[in-house]
């Protein structure tokens, strides 16, 4: 039962979904440290702006990307939490 409960709030394309975020995530720490150490004094003007314009542009997606796992957990949550109910009160059970 309690492999079932983790596979429960499981929806397809989490791993896809956890994979991009995590890489966006990366990617924006990366921009930064190297952004604020090695390229601090060349990026100066206009190259500066375009810069730190991607890295709030990747900060953006992966805060986006976050923002649709929780919606989607949310919702397998909610069609599990129905299908406990409905076992539990009308003793139906869905047939898979």
Known sequence: ??????????YR?????RT?????ISACCVMVVVGVT????????PPFVLYWSWCFLIA????LT???????????SRQTRR?????????NR???
């Open 13 to 17: 394309g989490k791993t896809v979904v």
């Open 83 to 91: 299908e406990l109910f409905r076992q539990q009160f009308t003793g």
């Open 20 to 24: 991009i975020g995590t890489i966006l």
């Open 66 to 76: 976050a923002l649709f796992d929780m919606v989607m957990v949310r919702r397998a």
């Open 60 to 63: 953006a997606g992966a805060f």
């Open 38 to 45: 090695v390229l601090s004094d060349r990026l100066k003007g």
């Open 1 to 10: 039962m309690s492999a079932d409960l983790d596979n429960s709030f499981s």
């Open 94 to 96: 869905r047939q898979d």
